[in-house]
């Protein structure tokens, strides 16, 4: 069902050869264009893959996947019954609202089966520490190359990251 999803490809930010980063898997940081209700990977086409430069303007909001990995900065708050309630309605915890990057109406239909094992398998997952938050000032991550929330509070994975 990971796999059908497509979570891995989404929630996993990509070299500039496509390739993604294993050190990364599931941990957020991929960018999306928001625009006309839906999110387009901007992946290594976005000229600030690997700088601090601000982004070029643009007619939608850049935002990035989120860590979906057992660490606390991921999900490891999460229950069940939270991650059920949150694909079904598209919130978090009934209140914020997910990315539409995240193409949550599509999986909403899943059976409570298919969502258990997805949320099963994401807690067996290795935890990795990458903070992303699109609710905060995008600023240059040293752990991904990329520019997100809370990026500068993400340690470069030469410097200690797990």
Known sequence: MVQLGECIGCHTPAHADGSVFRELEFAG??????????????????PTFSSAAEAP????????STNITPDPSGISYYTEAMFIQTIRT???RGVRQLSAAMPWVYFRTMSDSDLHDIFAYLKTIRPVQHR?????????????????????????PQAGGR
Request: charged share 30%; hydrophobic share 25%; with cysteine.
């Open 132 to 156: 992303v938050d699109n609710t905060e000032e995008p600023t240059f991550c040293p752990r991904c190359g990329r520019r997100h929330g809370l990026g500068e509070n993400n340690v470069p």
């Open 29 to 46: 940081g991929r960018r999306f264009r928001l625009e006309k209700g839906y999110g387009t990977d901007i992946g290594i086409f976005d």
């Open 90 to 92: 598209g919130k978090v």
């Open 57 to 64: 303007p643009s007619t939608g909001r850049i935002v990035a």
